[in-house]
Nanobody, 112 residues
Framework: QVQLVESGGGLVQPGGSLRLSCAAS????????MSWYRQAPGKERELVAL????????NYADSVKGRFTISRDNSKNTVYLQMNSLKPEDTAVYYC?????WGKGTLVTVSS
């Protein structure tokens, strides 16, 4: 069955960096677009970044453009989210998504 397992979250100071990973299994990873979403406390889940199946095209929410980078390694069935210059407002649970499947999320807390 489809599994999406996020990792790499944690507590980081403002201005710091984290790299999230999402290990996928149970489907043909290399032929599907993948995306990262996040949900902050009391807010709706929002799209953060999307990457096409071959990694050739990416899209970002305006709030993270220039700070976050989505990438993938189809040989490892893994999608990444490199997050730099983190801000307190980036605090959220970050989820990996494939079609209508979701991982359980990884918590990112940006605080001094």
């Amino acid at each position: 069955q489809v599994q999406l397992v996020e990792s790499g979250g944690g507590l980081v100071q403002p201005g710091g960096s984290l790299r999230l990973s999402c290990a996928a299994s149970g489907f043909s990873f290399g032929i599907y677009d993948m995306s990262w979403y996040r949900q902050a406390p009391g807010k709706e889940r929002e799209l953060v970044a999307l990457i096409t199946s071959d990694g050739g095209s990416t899209n970002y929410a305006d709030s993270v453009k220039g700070r976050f980078t989505i990438s993938r390694d189809n040989s490892k069935n893994t999608v990444y989210l490199q997050m730099n210059s983190l801000k307190p407002e980036d605090t959220a649970v970050y989820y990996c998504r494939y079609r209508y499947y979701w991982g359980k999320g990884t918590l990112v807390t940006v605080s001094s």
